[in-house]
């Protein structure tokens, strides 16, 4: 058995990945909201609610002693976090503080999820130290949540996460993937906007470099990213076809006009050249990802 490893937000979308790639090789304990789901049988699983008891989390890390907790668990809605503001400072800054101390406490490595989302869109391929600059209240968020990971006394590592693709353990959460495909499978047209620029990644290499980074000692900002810079307009083209559905299904639809829609950063390409110089994990383009995605797939 590995290294004690913590994860928070194990019953999420990136979560879940995580939890089903890193039990091989650590001793992972996931804490989920969630009871622990169907197909997964692992004394390591932890239902509990850390917003209403962060005590049982200070109780169980103090007996567990892990090297490295990874924090996932986020409200990663960008409209919701938009709409409830309060909330969303809670789950995403203050829990994060939270954890911070107790990493601090505990002598604890902490990983922690970030988006592209903190940069403002107007330049593109952002680097590693360009500096954040959110056009929305998710993304203010977790910028105020990166300050306090990097300004802390624990060894740490901030994985900035672009737009991620996948299918999700439990088919629920946060995967654009899960919703799409199943809209293709019923014929339905998918519309994606033509005017927002990302560097997809797919989940699996995803969860490989936040394990990496769980186990290895590297302390700054990291860009987790796909290898190609495109519209989601063309990047649903791309999947659909990957996927063997018709690409035409896809359809331009830009979403700025929807009322209580956040506003999205236009361009957040991520620039990963550091990033790539620092880890074994290789980082892939649409098509390679899909097909990745598809050999490691259980449901
Ligand atoms: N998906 C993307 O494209 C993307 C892109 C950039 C960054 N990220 C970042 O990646 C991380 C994971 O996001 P995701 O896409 O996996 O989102 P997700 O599917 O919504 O999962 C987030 C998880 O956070 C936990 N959580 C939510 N509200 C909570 C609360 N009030 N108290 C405690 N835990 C709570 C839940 O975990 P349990 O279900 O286990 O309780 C939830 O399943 C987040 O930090 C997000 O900002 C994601």
């Known amino acids: 058995m590995g290294e004690k490893v913590i994860l928070t937000g194990a ?21 989920s909201s969630k009871t622990q789901p169907m197909g997964i049988e692992s004394d390591f699983w932890h239902t509990m609610n ?3 008891n962060f005590s049982r989390l200070e109780k169980f890390m103090q007996e567990t002693r892990p090297g490295s907790l990874i924090h996932a668990a986020a409200m990663a ?28 406490t505990c002598q604890c490595r902490l990983v922690y999820l970030s988006t592209d989302t903190v940069f403002d869109g107007e330049q593109g391929g952002y680097r590693e130290h360009d500096s954040p600059s959110p056009v929305n209240f998710y993304g203010k968020t977790k910028q105020a949540a990166e300050q306090i990971v990097s300004g802390s006394k624990i060894p740490w590592a901030i994985a900035r996460l672009c737009l991620v693709m996948g299918f999700s353990t439990r088919g629920e959460g946060n995967s654009f993937l899960d919703k799409m495909e199943s809209a293709l499978h019923s014929g339905r047209e998918v519309g994606c906007p033509d005017n927002e620029i990302r560097s997809p990644i797919d989940v699996q290499t995803l ?28 990047m649903g083209q791309r999947i659909a076809a990957r ?30 050249d550091w990033t790539r110089s620092q880890l074994t994990t290789r980082f892939k383009g649409i098509e390679e990802g899909i097909d990745y995605l598809l050999q490691l797939r259980t449901h």
């Open 11 to 31: 019953g999420g979308f990136v979560g879940g990945i995580i939890f089903s790639r890193g039990s091989d090789r650590f001793e992972l304990h996931g804490i």
């Open 50 to 52: 850390l917003q209403e």
């Open 243 to 272: 996927l063997g559905y018709d690409p035409a299904l896809v359809v331009v639809k830009n979403a700025d006009a929807i009322p209580g829609r956040a506003p999205r950063p236009r361009d957040v390409s991520l620039n990963q």
């Open 77 to 104: 809605d960008i409209d919701a976090c938009e709409k409830d503001p309060e909330l969303a400072w809670r789950i995403n800054v203050e829990l994060t503080e939270k954890l911070v101390h107790l990493c601090e």
């Open 207 to 234: 969860a490989e470099a936040i394990l990496e980074l769980a186990g290895n000692d590297l302390t700054g900002i990291f860009h987790l990213a796909g290898t190609e810079k495109l519209t989601r307009y063309e």
